[in-house]
């Protein structure tokens, strides 16, 4: 398993709902300017949530938008699984061009909602080789 340290890039912006069930989960902008959960492999990826009190509209979102990140499966995922969005913000992995790539697996996720190391990458739509 990956050590977290080295260089962790992250901003604050306010959140756009109470997101303290939301940590290490993508996120995308919202409407309003704000931080919101992302929901589905097309969502245009910001980082991962890293802060549970991020409680109300309003309050300070912490964004990791690159280095290595703590993150939540949606499904069984291997090292190396190019990651974009479920529905509700998870890690699911993805080899359809068109997806957006929030992260690459570098940690295992043996099921569904275990939380498993990944080095952020937002945003990058993934192409067929």
């Known amino acids: 398993m990956a050590t977290q340290g080295g260089i962790e890039l992250e901003f604050a912006m306010e959140a756009d709902e109470d997101l303290s069930d939301e940590q290490y ?49 949606g499904e069984q995922l291997d090292e190396g699984e190019r990651l974009t969005s479920d529905a509700t913000g998870r890690a699911v992995g993805t080899t359809t061009e068109g997806d957006n790539v929030g992260a690459v697996a570098i940690g295992t996720a043996a099921a569904a909602n275990v939380i498993f190391e990944v080095l952020v990458t937002p945003n990058l739509t993934f192409a067929a080789t």
């Open 25 to 73: 989960t993508f996120m995308v902008v919202s409407a309003d300017g704000q931080a919101a959960q992302a929901a589905g492999t097309t969502a245009s990826l910001i980082g991962v949530l890293q802060n549970k009190d991020a409680d109300a509209v309003g309050t300070g979102a912490r964004i990791r938008y690159g280095g290595i990140s703590k993150m939540v499966a």
